[in-house]
């Protein structure tokens, strides 16, 4: 059974550091995509990050590029380094994985397959 375990939130200034982990268990990929995504009150869950298993390719939405990174390591757990945080960040971020192989990091989320229960960012100004 896939499990995706998100930690690493919490509360910081605006211009401060994060980061996210996210632990992946019951399965080892070698195609398809992680990724990060985010959701506001009363906002639709939005794209924030993604990398490919194979780790040719990532994507990074607009609002985020240049402050925040993926990376993976060997053990199947993903991060998300967070930098200049800005109050408009504060969101519940979720990890999840998306098993349909493509050369690009996959950026929909009704594309993936599997999705962590959330961790809570908050920003304050």
């Known amino acids: 059974q896939v499990e995706l375990v998100e930690s690493g939130g919490g509360f910081a200034q605006a211009g401060g550091s994060l980061r996210l982990s996210c632990a992946a268990s019951g399965r080892t990929w070698s195609s398809g995509t992680v990724g990060w995504f985010r959701q506001a009150p009363g906002k639709e869950r939005e794209f924030v990050a993604a990398?490919?298993?194979?780790?040719?390719?990532s994507q990074y939405a607009d609002s985020v590029t240049g402050r925040f990174a993926i990376s993976r390591a060997a053990n199947n757990t993903v991060y998300l380094q967070m930098n200049n945080l800005k109050p408009e960040d504060t969101a519940v971020y979720y990890c999840?994985?998306?098993?349909?192989?493509?050369?690009?990091?996959?950026?929909?989320?009704?594309?993936?397959?599997?999705w962590g229960r959330g961790t809570q960012v908050t920003v304050s100004s």
């Open positions: 999840g994985v998306s098993e349909t192989a493509s050369s690009r990091a996959e950026t929909d989320p009704n594309e993936y397959d599997y």
């Open positions: 990398n490919n298993w194979n780790g040719r390719n």
